[in-house]
């Protein structure tokens, strides 16, 4: 990976993605050793959740709409989902895009196909992400502890090579941005259509000091959520709640992804940086936390729904 594209996707990729790889730019890192390959990995488990996450609620559009579920998923993905691994989040990006592709769906980044497509479609940058996860995978504790710098060196080399090349496949979410739609005001005049004044927070680069926006649209987007689109388009694709954006629940404010849960009532949100951890029953929205996870998992508990995934 050449510096000119690393620094643009540090200063333009989703910040969950961009504020993983920075601290491999860090000097703590630029060595190989126990830090530069944790972040490396870390940076590929954020590639790997970042998809996951956006299949995973294009599938929500589709299901929603058409009360049908991908097969490959829908035995087993209440259990699943309940505790997500780097392997779950790749097996729902893949079987996930598939399926939608054959379902003739909207797929919010048709570019994904590409990159987790299978058979002679599957790109060499899905066969180097399976790898950062086995070699991820094969790092025992006690491995890990009896490594010596040669075989640092040749992990590091290894996995970074591989990390570059999933993230040079991935330059077209240059061509999309991650936004929080913060508050929306209603404004109308007599005799005309109204507007709604959205004010955003725009989630792109490593820094958590998202810089605001403001669009005056003929329609309204959903709020206190975190949206995806194509840069300059309207339609987009709402990531509540498997991305938060929380200034009061956490050590501090950041970007939230959902780690884990019992239930909807009780699920764990984990910081993309420098936030810590927190429980959903903590956040100021936890009631509506809980309402759109179980609005999630329902078509995969529901019989009569799972009936049409045959």
């Known amino acids: 990976m050449d510096d000119r594209y690393a620094r643009e996707l540090i200063r333009r990729f989703p910040y969950p993605i961009a504020s993983a790889f920075v601290r ?91 990159l987790v497509g299978s058979g002679a479609q599957q790109a060499a940058p899905a066969h180097a992400l399976e790898r950062l996860l086995t070699i991820r995978n094969d790092l025992s504790h006690e491995r890990v502890k009896a490594m010596h710098l040669a075989e640092y060196r040749v992990l590091c080399d290894e996995t970074y090579a591989a990390l570059a090349q999933v993230l040079e496949a991935l330059r077209f979410l240059l061509d999309y941005e ?88 009780t699920a764990t949100y984990v910081a993309c940086r420098h936030g810590g951890s927190f429980n959903s029953a903590e956040a100021s929205r936890g009631l509506e936390i809980a309402e759109e996870l179980a609005a999630l998992l329902e078509p995969f508990r529901g019989p009569e729904i799972q009936a049409h995934a045959g």
């Open 24 to 114: 491999l730019r860090t000097d703590e890192c630029l060595d190989p050793g126990p830090l530069r390959l944790k972040h490396t990995l870390a940076t590929g488990e954020a590639v790997a959740r970042f998809l996951g996450i956006l299949v995973l609620c294009d599938l929500r559009e589709h299901i929603e709409a058409t009360a049908t579920l991908p097969p490959a998923l829908a035995s087993d993905f209440v259990p699943a989902f309940k505790r997500p691994s780097w392997g779950i989040w790749l097996r729902i990006a893949r079987e996930g895009s598939q399926w939608l592709e054959r379902s003739e769906a909207r797929i919010t980044c048709p570019e994904l196909l590409t």
């Open 178 to 265: 991650l936004s929080f739609v913060s508050q929306i005001e209603v404004r109308r005049r007599r005799h005309r259509q109204a507007q709604f004044v959205h004010r955003f927070k725009a989630i792109d680069g490593h820094s958590e000091d998202f810089s605001g926006q403001r669009a005056t649209l003929a329609s309204f987007m959903d709020s206190q959520a975190i949206i995806w689109r194509r840069r300059g388009e309207h339609a987009y694709l709402s990531l509540d709640p498997l991305l938060l954006y929380e200034e009061a629940a956490g050590k501090a404010p950041d970007i939230f992804y959902y780690e884990s849960m019992r239930s909807p009532e």
